[in-house]
């Protein structure tokens, strides 16, 4: 029996981004999805005007400012649970151009819908944006009844809503960053997200990619590594993935922790050096 599918393809934060639907739903489901995203993308981009764009002029001044825009204000909530969850290892604030600045140095006052910078800062949502990004689309997806989804911003971030089309999870192999044809790991999806970062590998030195920053002393991570994280909330995910890629060895190990199905850290050094050796996996 065939089963019915449509996808949408277009660009937002800085990638390209697909969303296929399988089976039922309503016909507007992608669109609505789509325009999830677009919002996320308006709201917090820092490459044009935006709500955090005009909320980094006050920070960057050491000041405050009202959050009016409905999607920065759930971000913020959101960053401000995945910050404590991730032991500040994922920190937003992290500029080196803002020697010690972090999260740490912001007010955020949920109730009045207010933050406030205790010294100069700013806010790059990097590869969170995506999977919150994810999230929202993936929640739009659901209540318009569509009940089997896979969805892509770039090749690192992923989401997909129920089970495979054809049944039981949706499996994806992730390549290895430096050995072409080869996989890193292999693992199944249902109801959840999944996020890639990596100090090696294609796209690494992208005009607009970040460096990888250590918030707690401020330093560049070289180190050949890669990680990958799966949630239920993509923007988790993201976070999770990202504290990991910076983690000293006492952190990583406490990240690592209870996620053994979930969180992967690749020492990807020795591949660095010659393609030949093996890759070290913590678990």
Known sequence: MAIA????RFLAMGTRVELHRFGSGDDDALSAARRAIEAVDDALTIHRPSATTALNEALMAGGSAAIDDP???????E???VHALTEGLFDPAADRRFAGAGWGDLVFDRTAARITAMRPLALDFGGFGKGFALDRACAALRAAGVRSACLSAGESSLAVV???PLGGGWPFAIPHPLRPGETLLELDLT???????STVGAGVHAPDRAAMIRPADGTLVTAAR????VDRLGARAEAMSTALLVADDDHAKRLLQGGA???????LSEDAASPARSTRMYA
Not at 71 to 77: C, G, M, P, R, Y
Not at 226 to 229: Q, S
Not at 261 to 267: H, V
């Open 162 to 164: 129920g089970e495979h």
């Open 191 to 197: 109801d959840e997200s999944l996020s890639i970062s």
């Open 226 to 229: 890669c990680t990958v994280a």
């Open 5 to 8: 599918a449509d996808v949408e």
């Open 79 to 81: 960053i401000d649970a």
């Open 71 to 77: 999607v920065l204000f759930a971000a913020l909530v």
């Open 261 to 267: 199905k979930t969180r992967f850290l690749f020492d």
